[in-house]
């Protein structure tokens, strides 16, 4: 990968080609940012160190962490420091989501469940993908929608730690799989039409509507899907 610095950070695009440059930086990263993830949650499952958490300890964490990394990502977006913190986020990201991985695993089908997600997921993003190439119209004012929409989920969720209810986790799985979509759609189209001119900051978001969309598949196909050993 070329992370061309100078060329990226902090200037309006406006030509084709920078747009195109931007959007494949972001591609690329996005792609390494799964290594991370996936080495992540391995040992997370190994060691079972998100699942000896309680429930509320591991949302501590969880949001400690992220807004966290997420904090410095923001600070070091235009310096060399962003790249690495960004892939210790999703090394991050993919520990804490080793606590529903490893409770799939222990149904019979479990690996099939997680593959099965995995698909769903990169079939959801390049769908996105190429609907963002194609639509003319600018997307920006989705933004403010889906972030509302987002933090009502992040509400509920909350809530449901306490309620224990399986219809209220359906249907924010439901939710959060239609939302964070719609998320890859605007933030992609975002970098194509320039309003987006820095990869680190276009790839954690892109990161994290798939990271949610995935652990929503990956929520429903356990409820739905999984059988018992």
């Known amino acids: 990968m070329n992370y061309d ?9 406006t030509s084709p080609q920078e747009r195109n440059k931007v959007l494949r930086n972001t591609y690329w990263l996005l792609a390494l940012s799964m290594v991370p993830t996936v080495l992540g949650a391995w040992i997370g499952v190994a060691t079972g160190i998100a699942a000896a958490m309680s429930p509320m300890v591991s949302l501590v ?4 962490g992220a807004f966290g990394f997420m904090f410095a990502i923001e600070k070091t977006k235009n310096s060399s420091a962003g ?7 999703t090394f991050f990201m993919g520990l804490m989501l080793s606590r529903m991985v490893g409770m799939v695993l222990g149904l019979a089908n479990g690996a099939g469940l997680i593959m099965m997600a995995f698909a769903g997921t990169g079939a959801i993003f390049l ?8 639509i003319k119209r600018d997307l920006s004012s989705m933004g403010k929608w889906l972030f509302i929409g987002a933090i009502m989920l992040l509400v509920a969720g909350i809530a449901n730690i306490f309620l224990k209810s399986p219809a209220l986790m359906i249907t924010l799985s439901v939710l959060a799989i239609g939302i964070f979509s719609a998320f890859i759609l605007h933030d992609l189209k975002r970098v194509q039409d ?16 798939l990271y949610n969309v995935f652990q929503s598949l ?12």
């Open 194 to 209: 320039g309003h987006e001119t820095n990869y680190i900051t276009a790839t954690l978001g892109v990161y994290l509507s």
């Open 5 to 13: 610095i100078q060329q990226v950070y902090g200037q309006a695009v």
């Open 218 to 229: 990956l929520a429903l196909f356990g409820i739905f899907g999984g059988r018992d050993e």
């Open 83 to 89: 790249v690495p913190i960004l892939l210790g986020f």
């Open 61 to 64: 964490v969880f949001l400690g």
């Open 127 to 134: 769908g996105m993908a190429m609907l963002s190439s194609v």
